[in-house]
């Protein structure tokens, strides 16, 4: 990779030192721990994703492409219309907390394979140069552990080029997609991406994912199935518990913000003397409140995902 020169940090006078410094120096600047990607068991499947039939759908023709990739590729000879492609890229995109990491584990266990989660703030490095080397390693141990590779905060590494290259910052961000690019086209197991900023991708990489599933929020039937199965049979509770009134009570929330309520209002059930400790509606609806008000207060609410058109991807020149 080339060894571009590192811009002074803020608050810090410019660097006097010659461009070439001697092989010692140059070593003292570098990072004393290099990133390690770390291939994982995984611990949950598909029957632990709860999701509405349309997402368990697509979530499946990502696993026929995988599984069936020699056969569609060599004895169908799809290959003749598309020779580059060694592996199958997916992207989970939608509103937080609606299973997107829990899918993309379960992906690797339905393929029975180890899997790599690699954010965005393992690869990045201050150090100029050094990011798309970090690219490069994460797929290069995802290659010896025959993992699946799991890239969190896609759009952080999936972003828009810079056509205004104005300083060695942004020639790195340019190096580092362009980097990203080839690994992409060169891997040959399953890479997943996700993302709740789906528009922030540059048209390239969307070319290159084969299948992009939505992730939406639960609606009643799904909300109901959610209650039902991520509260522990060891969790006691009140007589008149109804899952089904808790998923007519929590429209709008994801998958997240109820295992969130779930373990809330089991703390505050757990607390309590005999005869009293147990889980109740009140706790739990107490919690929902608590969420969406937090929701409303809290942070900034997350965009509504926006698929790229066939149109704008194909205005994009080819790289």
């Not at 590729?73 to 939608?94: C, E, Q, S």
């Not at 299973?99 to 201050?126: H, M, T």
């Not at 540059?202 to 929020?217: G, N, Q, S, T, Y």
Request: hydrophobic fraction near 40%; glycine fraction near 4%; charged fraction near 25%.
């Amino acid at each position: 990779m080339p060894n571009w020169p590192q811009a002074p940090r803020t608050g810090e006078a410019p660097d006097r030192r010659p461009s070439n410094p001697a092989p010692a120096a140059a070593a003292k600047e570098q990072p004393e721990n290099t990133p390690q990607f770390i291939a994982r068991k995984p611990l949950r499947t598909l029957d632990d994703l709860i999701v509405s039939s349309v997402v368990m759908h697509r979530i499946d023709i990502a696993l026929k492409q995988l599984t069936h990739h020699e056969a569609l590729y060599h004895t169908w000879n799809l290959k003749k219309i598309d020779p580059y492609r060694a592996g199958t890229a997916v992207n989970f995109y939608g509103m937080p907390g609606t299973g997107k990491s829990l899918a993309a584990e379960a992906l690797a266990a339905q393929v029975a394979r180890p899997f790599i989660d690699v954010n965005y703030a393992e690869i990045e490095s201050r150090y100029v140069g050094d990011t798309p080397k970090n690219i490069v390693r994460c797929f290069e141990q995802a290659r010896a552990a025959n993992a699946v590779l799991v890239f969190n905060e896609a759009d952080s590494i999936l972003g828009s080029r810079l056509s205004n290259v104005t300083q060695s910052s942004d020639h790195s961000v340019n190096v580092s997609r362009a980097v990203m690019l080839s690994q992409l086209d060169a891997f040959d197991g399953l890479v997943v991406f996700t993302t709740n900023f789906p528009r922030n991708y540059d048209a390239a990489f969307v070319r290159r994912i084969l299948v992009h599933v939505k992730f939406e929020l639960p609606d009643l039937a799904t909300r109901e199935r959610l209650w039902a199965q991520l509260i522990p049979d060891e969790m006691p509770r009140e007589a008149s518990f109804s899952t089904r009134e808790l998923a007519a009570a929590s429209e709008g929330l994801a998958g997240g913000d109820i295992v969130n309520a779930i373990k809330a209002a089991g703390a505050e059930a757990i607390s309590r003397p005999q005869p009293d400790r147990h889980l109740t509606m009140a706790d739990v609806r107490h919690e929902i409140e608590s969420i969406r008000l937090a929701k409303a207060e809290v942070g900034k609410p997350a965009p509504g995902p926006r698929v790229v058109s066939v149109d704008e991807v194909d205005s994009v020149p080819e790289d």
